[in-house]
């Protein structure tokens, strides 16, 4: 085995165990909200998560994509002043998202969401920028305390107060404001600008904005379903469903958990054309994804029965569901990874938008036949499916037509 190969394995190891912990906490915690809070306030807790979700991937602007695809490209000073770029350009989308939320919150506590969703937005650039700098500790730190922080607030206001989404919100909010403080202030110190690069917005905007909409369409796939349960099956039936879908994305952690571990490596051996390590590393990353996922639909129903009252019971299945789509959609990420690197951002955009179309015609067709909650997970198998096949082809046909080029 390279050394090369040693250094990766070893840091990845560090942030798949920091990361597994920091992810572990959340879930861990779920069963402990289900029976401290209403169903109804736990669905409305998870209406409130899935605004978040959506929020970061408009607040973050591409701005973490950026700073992954250019870190070993640009010299320090061009990316400090490009950095600062995208930080205002997050800052602008903020105030933007406050202004929205303010008229389609569907609940009061809910104009909080984008405020939450800047600091999540921050905290990841820093705790990337960390990553990228081999500074793996530090960066699973800044993670854990946000996560840790939060928890032990909401148990105790909880066990010292009255149980309620109100000093759920307050405990989410109240570490990532701190934690999001410091990491702009980190940012701005690490890197200072003297000057900002001649078209620098441009430059910067010409690869952000095909991810913007790449990551709101590829949101159809990964949160929509919730919006979608919550208005045509009801808020109470949406704490059930959430369950199901939470206890998925332990797997959907892992998957991304494995592939930000390994990506400063791959993007480096990217950059210099070493297609026989990057094989390597995408067979690793498989088969070590494939072997999780077996190991999980072993334990599931344990986890179900032991942790969860009976009126989530129903959860399991719907679990299992979402679990099937996940080979294909990591496959789809390993892929995108490649596509990401060459630049190829339209691309990338072209592939979720079919497969998010797809997804939304499913939830189109449970609307209208009038099916039950059940069916709404294999929706999600189908648009992985159509997402990993678009992916292929468009792979493809790239390294066709690199194969044709003739240098003059």
Same mark, same amino acid.
């Given at each position: ?30 069963? &402990? ?14 209406? *409130? ?61 809910? @104009?909080?969401? =984008? ?12 705790? @990337? ?33 009255? =149980? ?20 702009? &202030? %980190?940012?701005? /110190?690490?890197f200072p600008v003297s000057s900002t690069p001649n078209g620098g917005v441009r430059a910067l905007w010409k690869f952000t904005l095909p991810l913007l909409p790449n990551g709101l369409i590829n949101f159809v796939r990964f949160g929509a379903d919730r919006f979608f349960v919550a208005h045509v099956f009801g ?44 094989? /390597? ?10 072997? *999780? ?7 599931? =129903? &344990? ?17 299992? @569901?979402?679990?099937?789509? &996940?080979?294909?959609?990591?496959? %789809?990420?390993?892929? +995108? ?17 079919? +497969? ?11 609307? *209208? ?37 003739? =240098?003059?």
């Open positions: 085995m390279s050394s090369s190969l040693r250094h990766m394995l070893g840091h990845s190891f560090i942030f798949i165990v920091f990361d597994g912990i920091n992810k572990a906490i959340p879930f861990l915690l779920l069963p &402990y909200l289900t029976h401290r809070l209403a169903t109804a306030e736990f669905g409305l807790l998870e209406l *409130f998560n899935t605004y978040v979700a959506l929020l970061v991937l408009l607040i973050m602007f591409g701005v973490d994509g950026w700073c992954s695809a250019h870190f070993h490209k640009l010299e320090r000073h061009v990316f400090s002043g490009m950095l600062r770029l995208g930080l205002l350009s997050i800052a602008a989308v903020f105030v933007v998202s406050m202004l929205v939320m303010m008229f389609v919150a569907d609940d009061p506590r809910f @104009i909080f969401a =984008p405020l939450y969703a800047l600091g999540m937005c921050l905290i990841q650039i820093r705790a @990337i920028l960390y990553r990228f700098e081999l500074k793996t500790i530090k960066a699973s730190i800044l993670l854990f305390l946000n996560v840790a922080v939060s928890s032990l607030l909401t148990i105790a206001a909880f066990e010292l107060m009255t =149980p309620g989404l109100t000093w759920r919100l307050a405990a989410l909010l109240l570490p990532v404001i701190c934690l999001g403080s410091f990491s702009c &202030y %980190s940012l701005c /110190r690490q808020i109470v039936n949406l704490a059930v469903f959430s369950v199901g879908y939470q206890l998925s994305m332990v797997v959907n952690i892992f998957m991304l958990s494995l592939n930000q571990a390994t990506m400063p490596y791959v993007m480096k051996l990217l950059a210099v054309e070493d297609k026989r390590s990057i094989k /390597r590393v995408f067979s690793i990353q498989l088969l070590l994804f494939l072997l *999780f996922i077996l190991a999980f639909f072993i334990i599931l =129903p &344990y986890i179900v029965h032991y942790l969860f009252s009976p009126e989530y019971i129903e959860a399991k299945h719907l679990t299992l @569901i979402y679990i099937l789509s &996940y080979p294909f959609v990591f496959i %789809s990420i390993m892929l +995108s990874n490649v596509l990401f690197f060459k630049g190829k951002t339209v691309h990338v955009l072209m592939s979720t938008t079919i +497969s998010s179309l797809t997804h939304i015609a499913g939830l189109i067709w449970i609307l *209208f036949l009038e099916e039950k909650m059940d069916y709404v997970p294999y929706v999600s198998l189908l648009s992985a499916a159509v997402s990993l096949m678009i992916t292929v082809l468009l792979i493809r046909k790239i390294n066709n037509n690199e194969v044709n080029i003739v =240098p003059k």
